[in-house]
């Protein structure tokens, strides 16, 4: 299956603003879906953001407006920004793909999974 490979993590200061990159093997094959998780130390794994092939973009509740999915199909590469962050936004992140997008959102929907990405906010 397709190979995915996150990019774009670090570590920044409260407030601060990252990109992060999600990188394909290959195309996305359509229909398809492709979504952001998150996990941090000793929490479930919880998602984070979604978009398919038509562009739809879906995200969690707790995102309130301070995260954006979008894709560049030409490059393979699906991106994940981030404004505002805060300590609490501190985890993996992690990037998955699947064949379409269902509701409500659950793990077993998305086959690929890349290594993830760490995101660390703190002063």
């Known amino acids: 299956q397709v190979q995915l490979v996150e990019s774009g993590g670090g570590s920044v200061r409260p407030g601060g603003s990252l990109k992060l990159s999600c990188a394909a093997s290959?195309?996305?094959?359509?229909?398809?879906?492709v979504g952001w998780f998150r996990r941090a130390p000793g929490k479930e794994r919880e998602w984070v953001a979604r978009?398919?092939?038509?562009?739809?973009?879906t995200y969690a509740d707790f995102v309130e407006g301070r995260f954006a999915i979008s894709r560049n199909s030409a490059k393979n590469t699906v991106y994940l920004q981030i404004f505002g962050l805060r300590p609490e936004d501190t985890a993996m992140y992690y990037c998955?793909?699947?064949?379409?997008?269902?509701?409500?959102?659950?793990?077993?929907?998305?086959?690929?999974w890349g290594q993830g990405t760490q995101v660390t906010v703190s002063t």
């Open positions: 998955a793909a699947g064949s379409g997008c269902r509701w409500p959102v659950t793990e077993a929907d998305f086959s690929a």
């Open positions: 290959r195309y996305f094959k359509s229909p398809y879906c």
């Open positions: 978009i398919d092939s038509s562009d739809s973009q």
